[in-house]
């Protein structure tokens, strides 16, 4: 039986309520009776970022490899090899939020606090539609 995929929707408006100047990123959705536009904000894009760094893989029905899982890393903080950490993080945002267009470029970071037992991610992205850089922090403690 083969595998199938769906893909990761963000919440959708026909309406742009603060213009696109203001950090929405218009896509064009092709309906029965022509092409119309819906808009993506910056907080939906956060959220997807969010949503893949906390998400454990193989825990989305519609898609197995969806997810980094950060808090599964959080007892491995002195050990852990933090390239093959970086280099899952931004191929997953690669696959989700890069490439389709929700994005043009990113970086991450990470910062281990080992007294807190916490790990800190910063993600730093320029939204489609700017080109002002907007940064997510993500915290995971146990």
């Not at 899982?69 to 950490?85: A, K, V």
Request: proline letters at 4%; hydrophobic letters at 40%; aromatic letters at 10%.
């Amino acid at each position: 039986m083969g595998k199938t995929y769906s893909t990761v929707h963000f919440p959708l408006s026909d309406v742009d309520p603060a213009g696109i100047d203001q950090g929405l990123v218009a896509n064009v959705e092709s309906t029965g009776q022509g092409a119309s536009k819906i808009y993506i904000g910056i907080e939906a894009i956060k959220f997807n970022l969010r949503n893949i760094l906390l998400t454990i893989p193989d825990e989305s029905c519609g898609d197995p490899d969806f997810g980094v899982g950060l808090p599964q890393y959080l007892f491995e903080l002195e050990t852990i090899d933090w390239s093959s950490l970086k280099g899952k993080v931004d191929q997953q945002i690669t696959k989700y939020v890069l490439n389709e267009g929700y994005i043009k470029r990113f970086k991450t970071e990470f910062k281990m606090m080992a007294a807190q037992n916490a790990l800190l991610v910063r993600i730093s992205f320029v939204p489609s539609s700017k080109n002002e850089i907007e940064t997510l922090e993500v915290t995971v403690e146990s």
